[in-house]
């Protein structure tokens, strides 16, 4: 987000790990920029127009990612664009802080088609798996509250 040009948007950039927002609001904090330290799972998110939650979903386990969705769902968000792999075939649960690929358009999360996909693997192929793609999806979090 530090190349992005965001002009007179504001930007909150949050995370759970202290030492990382310090840092981030040391070197990037300006009149429209902002970090603070803040639980997907548990913490009131503030207001947006579209959370963008990059690389998040992948490091929770089902019990938890559903914990995440419910208080997104809560939120006053308005979309949320967050990572996808739509070649994976077959969802897998995993301990928190694991990492696995998940499509979240099948069980257990059955999002709707997304309203956009952004390809995120710059380099086509770079994967030996090639179900292995990478994409940002946007959905209407209004629509996943169902």
Same mark, same amino acid.
């Given at each position: 987000?530090?190349?992005?040009?965001?002009?007179?948007?504001?930007?909150?950039?949050?995370?759970?790990? #202290?030492?990382?927002?310090?840092?981030?609001?040391?070197?990037?904090?300006?009149?429209?920029?902002?970090?603070?330290?803040?639980?997907?799972?548990?913490?009131?998110?503030? #207001?947006?127009?579209?959370?963008?939650?990059?690389?998040?979903?992948?490091?929770?386990?089902?019990?938890?990612?559903?914990?995440?969705?419910?208080?997104?769902?809560?939120?006053?968000?308005?979309?949320?664009?967050?990572?996808?792999? #739509?070649?994976?075939?077959?969802?897998?649960?995993?301990?928190?802080?694991?990492?696995?690929?998940?499509?979240?358009?099948?069980?257990?999360?059955?999002?709707?088609?997304?309203?956009?996909?952004?390809?995120?693997?710059?380099?086509?192929?770079?994967?030996?798996? #090639?179900?292995?793609?990478?994409?940002?999806?946007?959905?209407?979090?209004?629509?996943?509250?169902?």
């Amino acid at each position: 987000m530090k190349l992005v040009h965001l002009g007179s948007v504001r930007y909150v950039g949050g995370d759970i790990v #202290p030492q990382l927002i310090a840092e981030n609001h040391e070197k990037y904090a300006s009149k429209t920029r902002s970090f603070v330290q803040l639980d997907l799972m548990r913490d009131p998110l503030p #207001p947006a127009d579209v959370l963008l939650c990059r690389d998040c979903f992948i490091h929770l386990s089902f019990h938890d990612l559903k914990i995440a969705l419910r208080n997104i769902a809560k939120s006053n968000i308005t979309y949320i664009l967050t990572t996808t792999y #739509p070649k994976v075939t077959v969802n897998t649960d995993i301990v928190t802080r694991d990492f696995r690929g998940i499509n979240l358009q099948l069980p257990l999360f059955d999002f709707p088609e997304p309203l956009e996909r952004i390809d995120e693997d710059l380099f086509p192929g770079h994967h030996e798996n #090639p179900n292995f793609i990478r994409q940002l999806g946007l959905w209407r979090v209004s629509e996943l509250r169902q």
